[in-house]
Nanobody
Framework: QVQLMESGGGLVQSGESLRLTCTAS????????MGWYRQAAPGGQRELIA????????KIADSVKGRFTISKDHDWSAIYLQMNSLEPEDTATYYC??????????WGQGTQVTVSS
């Protein structure tokens, strides 16, 4: 199994930056993709923000393109989300997701990002 833990969230002002980290543990050698999602309100839909795979192009949502960047460690031990020029609309709980063994998925517990205007 794979376990995930996010960190790096916080309260910032509009225009500032944050870097989120998702640390993976367990059978990380089986991971084939990871990504960042966000959920603006409890019970709401989780939106894919950025995804990265072993093979294939990086995915970035149009709403954050040019402001957010995803990267990873070479062995899937961690992925990062660099968030620049943050806007109040970016306020959400940010979750990390990993896919392994082709179709198994797991989630982290989430980290809150709040952007004040």
């Amino acid at each position: 199994q794979v376990q995930l833990m996010e960190s790096g969230g916080g309260l910032v002002q509009s225009g500032e930056s944050l870097r989120l980290t998702c640390t993976a543990s367990g059978n990380i050698g089986m991971i084939n993709a990871m990504g960042w999602y966000r959920q603006a309100a409890p019970g709401g839909q989780r939106e894919l923000i950025a995804g990265i795979m072993t093979h294939g192009p990086v995915k970035i949502a149009d709403s954050v393109k040019g402001r957010f960047t995803i990267s990873k460690d070479h062995d899937w031990s961690a992925i990062y989300l660099q968030m620049n020029s943050l806007e109040p609309e970016d306020t959400a709980t940010y979750y990390c997701k990993a896919e392994y063994r082709v179709s198994t998925k797991c989630w982290g517990q989430g980290t809150q990002v709040t952007v004040s205007s």
